[in-house]
């Protein structure tokens, strides 16, 4: 697999590019890479579209994916989960809605982290509940919840549920376990379920574990952990995820709330995700690898550009960069201005700042440092 390649994407409509189509604007912005599937995926794909029909097909009878699920949980986080913990589901987005539907009450009010990932920040007003931020504060060179305001937010009687973000987007911080036995200690002495988005899971590009909610033994009768291969192996547009709800009454009432809702998830990402999980463990290493090298590239010359500054995400393919030193009223029309375009800060929720996704080509990032430079050529 050659990460260096820049593959023409307007073919496929892809959303990312289509936003500044027709400009000269540089696509850095939602969380997709630009890196080709690997290969194993693309067979298994092209094995479903021969057999030529698109009828039904029910997650519950694809036990090689689920088998493939349970083998890569145990793998990749020494968690034992049992297969009939599993719920698929055809994104993570509906998937915490329906989490808040299934365990929140009228009047409730959920805990979300800010700076966070849009969708997350706008769940609870979807479903007329309340909302209490807890903001992120930075400590050692990576940013962390603020834990004082965690407890406050759920020590509020009417706090129901927190929709966590590990690794963080967009802020790429991994939890540790200290602090995952906080937010437990937290969650539990104040009566808060935890819904743990783990998308950017298997992306980690420090020497550090990913320590899944689920698998946290003060947290796994109380959680609910959602996962995907989409980000990892980019299949984001196959529409599948999955749900992992140890407890019983909770995966019933996931269920329940499920209903009439969320449709299965479809055939092609069924045999997709059975194949990254299975078949693609070297595309997988090369893909950090080249993901920390671009990392460690962007976050240096960020960091050398006056008024920007960085720190070095430890997961995700996704920068979160501070442009309060360039004091503008628009950061996201200044870096468009120059010819990039990132994910705008303020719908994270810190105008301030933007999102730059590094999941590319090392040349698309020389060229978006040149530009932010104000380097002609
Ligand atoms: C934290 C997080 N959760 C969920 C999603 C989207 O999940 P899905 O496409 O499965 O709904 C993203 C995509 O960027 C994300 O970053």
Redesign the pocket.
Known sequence: MNFNDKPDRSWSKAYKWQRYKGTDILPMWI?DTEFRCAEPILKALHQRVEEGIFGYTLPDHDTDAIEAVVAWCQRQYNWKIDPSWLVWTP????AFNVAIKAYCQAGDTIIVQTPS?P?ILAAPAINKLNRICVETVAVDGRWTLDFDALEDAAADPKTSLFIM?NPM?PLGTVLNQHELDRIATICRKHNVMLCS?E??CDLILDNVPHLPAGAHPALAEYSVTLM?A??TFNV?GLGT?FAIIPNEKLRLAFNHAARGILPWVTATGLAATNAAFRYCDEWHQQELAYLKDNRDYLVSEINKIEGLKAFSPAATFLMWVDASGLRVNDTQAWCEAKGVGPSAGRDFGDKDFFRLNFGCAREYLVEAIKRLQGRKN
């Open positions: 969380a994104g993570v987005v509906p990932y969708p973000c987007n988005d998308i950017h995907a989409s980000k984001a995820s």
